[in-house]
């Protein structure tokens, strides 16, 4: 009986097996069937909810999107600069589109607000941006204000001009030429180098061949026009410092000056210090001043002396000294329009790139 038992629970056990398997797919499939339902009818209700939508609304939301990203990558990414002038030709040219990396040297919160830290550092020879320092805000407001509108249109819109209607120049882009430990030094326009740990002076033409540095340094004004600038630099220091004649060799080399088109600012100021100097021997400043241009000045820890590669065409660190790291923006990395496309097609097809 026992056996008869036995046999009739096994016979019964897959039987009961086979009613609980239907029962599983058809929960799943009753479930899939659901998920889809519920799918369908979503994509249902949002193109009834497209079509009942105003026509203007959804272009305000389709731009309004469009320019989040835009921003976005703007600020974080890549920004849009256009050239404003002739300082960095000719890896540069007016009027030039670029794309500067923001993301390397850590890109700011908001424009003009704060900074996210970055190990990158910038490299000698980069093309770099920056703030420029004699750059005077007319507040914040307002430079966030012109920081948008001026991502947004990728840099066609710039309304932050001066009184003539210009552009300010609230970013300069130069290139990295001096870093932390170097001193520099110029003479009649042609710049020497100390590095830093190194015990001479190394032209900078010498130095760039040695370490495969392929920018190219132009000059607009030549050697033959610096007598007389420095003559002009001289007459300045004895009519309107000194309130004194100036001798009549000065004033015939200085009547030349004026023709001068890129004049070399430095050397002139160089002439007239020594004048002063001279007249002055017991006022320090002036001797100070003279030992920046005849002894060399110094690129501090942490900051990076940026030059235009069109050295006399070009207001740099020479003029308002080394700058912080912490005030650059990013890196020029690529040219997206020429600027001198129309005028000369095929050569501009060429300029499109990498910058170097």
């Known amino acids: 009986m ?45 193109k ?16 309004l999107w469009a320019a989040g990203m835009v921003l976005l990558i703007n600020q974080y990414l890549f920004q849009a ?20 990396n923001k993301l390397i040297f850590g890109p700011e919160l908001l424009p003009g607000l704060g900074k996210i830290p970055s190990p990158a550092r910038p490299k000698r020879n980069e093309v770099i941006i920056f703030e420029n320092p004699s750059y005077i805000s007319r507040g914040t407001a307002f430079d966030v204000a012109q920081r948008i509108i001026y991502m947004l249109t990728l840099s066609m819109i ?32 042609n710049m020497r180098l100390r590095p830093a740990g190194e015990s001479r002076w190394f032209d900078e033409r010498e130095f760039a061949a040695l370490h495969g540095l392929t920018h190219n340094v132009s000059r607009l004004m030549s050697q033959d026009e610096y007598p007389a600038l420095e003559a002009a630099g001289k ?28 004049p070399d600012y430095l050397a002139h100021d160089k002439a007239r210090l020594e004048v002063l100097r001279g007249a002055y021997p017991h006022e320090s400043r002036y001797s100070i001043l003279l030992a920046q241009h005849s002894q060399g000045r110094f690129v501090p820890e942490s900051r990076i002396l940026p030059l235009g590669d069109n050295r006399d065409n070009s207001r740099d660190g020479r003029y308002f000294g080394p700058v912080m790291g912490s005030k650059i923006l990013g890196r020029g990395s690529i040219i997206y329009w020429p600027g001198d496309f129309s005028s000369r097609r095929f050569s501009a097809l060429a300029r499109f790139g990498f910058i170097r």
């Open 235 to 262: 007459a300045s220091a004895y009519s309107r410092d000194l309130g004194l004649p100036v001798p009549l060799y000065i004033q015939a080399l200085a009547s030349r000056a004026p023709y001068i088109l890129y």
């Open 81 to 100: 600069y256009q050239i404003p002038s002739g300082s960095m030709i000719d890896t540069l040219l007016i009027g030039d589109r670029i794309f500067v």
């Open 158 to 189: 710039d309304i932050d001009r001066d009184e003539n209607g210009e552009p300010k120049a609230h970013f300069l882009i130069k290139r990295a030429v001096g870093m932390g430990g170097d001193w520099f030094i110029e003479e009649r326009g």
């Open 2 to 46: 026992s056996t008869v038992t036995g046999t009739l629970e096994k016979t019964r056990k897959p039987s009961s097996a086979k009613q609980e398997r239907p029962d599983f797919f058809d929960r799943l499939q009753g479930f899939t069937e659901s998920l889809l339902t519920f799918r369908r009818m979503s994509r249902r209700i949002k």
């Open 48 to 63: 009834e909810k497209q079509k009942k939508k105003n026509v203007v609304l959804d272009w305000v939301e389709a731009f």
